[in-house]
């Protein structure tokens, strides 16, 4: 549904378009996140914010390199 309450496709409603795939995007960053927590607990250690940077990038190559295939 669009913000003007009526049923849109993207190339109809670029605004809802955009707001859908921002929320993707902050929900595959926030699984990204959960998955690097679960790591770090269990391997009983403490992950830096360089740490996480880096699995973010090497999630992104990965998530990249299947897309293509």
Known sequence: MCAKK???APFIC???HSV???EALIHRR???LATVAIEAI???SIFH???I???MEKHKQQTRDTTLK
């Open 6 to 8: 009526v049923s849109c």
């Open 14 to 16: 670029p605004t809802c």
């Open 20 to 22: 859908k795939y921002r």
């Open 30 to 32: 926030q699984e990204a």
């Open 42 to 44: 269990a391997r009983d």
């Open 49 to 51: 914010r360089k740490h």
């Open 53 to 55: 940077q880096t699995f």
